[in-house]
């Protein structure tokens, strides 16, 4: 089976920085997905991650430790349109079914 | 201009109705999928066809069952709607099933079982 965890909810202030962490234990590992979705919209793609390190994308980065079964999203100089729901999802097996975590809601203030 | 749409976008019905949703993507992919999010926003995974064959089929009542006409359409018959039925249902479509694959999700159908 596979589990993952994130926060629930992260506050923070327009232009700062925030981590969303997220652990998962999964049998077998095929890469690790950030969506974001915002209040009554479909979740849309932010980034994938399969090897270890860190990826970036604009404002967006996402890090990956495989042996830690660990990783995040840094969310730089946030915006008021980042307040959305962050969805962390694994891909166990080669041709398996993306798992989903419960979300982390950021809420960015001014 | 729409890459993965869903019909309708809000259902509400009556206990033990039948309803079906309807989904069609126009980004030429061989996998689509329907997925289920609860009132805690879990988002699950019901079922995955990959070129109008079932590969994924998780632990869903019979009342559920998904049809794929053609690589471009899965559609989504629900019998006996249930209380518990309620929940907003997203398809997705990718490229093919492969792990890398990024999923692209239509705008959801609320659907509410009174």
């Known amino acids: 089976g596979q589990n993952i965890d994130q926060p629930t909810e992260m506050t923070a202030t327009e232009g700062a920085i925030v981590q969303i962490n997220c652990t998962y234990q999964?049998?077998?590992?095929?890469?690790l997905f950030w969506y974001q979705q915002h209040a009554g919209e479909a979740p849309t793609f932010l980034s994938y991650?399969?090897?270890?390190g860190l990826e970036e994308k604009g404002r967006f980065s996402s890090f990956l430790s495989r042996s830690k079964g660990y990783s995040y999203l840094l969310l730089k100089e946030l915006q008021m349109k980042d307040s959305a729901s962050y969805l962390c999802?694994?891909?166990?097996?080669?041709?398996?079914?993306?798992?989903f975590g419960a979300g982390t809601q950021v809420v960015v203030t001014p | 201009d729409t890459a993965v749409s869903q019909t309708p976008k809000y259902l509400v019905t009556q206990m033990g109705n039948d309803k079906s949703i309807k989904c069609e993507q126009n980004?030429?992919?061989?996998?689509m999928y329907w997925y289920k999010q609860d009132s805690k926003k879990f988002l699950k995974i019901m079922f995955s066809?990959?070129?109008?064959?079932?590969?994924i089929n998780e632990t869903v009542p019979n009342r559920f069952s998904p049809k794929s006409p053609d690589k471009a359409h899965l559609n989504l018959h629900i019998n006996s709607l249930e209380l518990g039925d309620s929940a907003v249902y997203f398809c997705?479509?990718?490229?093919?099933?492969?792990?890398?694959?990024?999923?692209?999700f239509g705008p959801g159908t609320r659907l509410t079982v009174l």
């Open positions: 980004l030429g992919h061989d996998t």
């Open positions: 991650n399969v090897l270890d």
């Open positions: 997705a479509s990718s490229p093919s099933g492969l792990a890398s694959d990024t999923q692209y």
């Open positions: 066809y990959n070129n109008k064959e079932l590969i």
């Open positions: 999964t049998s077998g590992f095929n890469g």
């Open positions: 999802a694994v891909r166990g097996r080669l041709w398996g079914k993306l798992q």
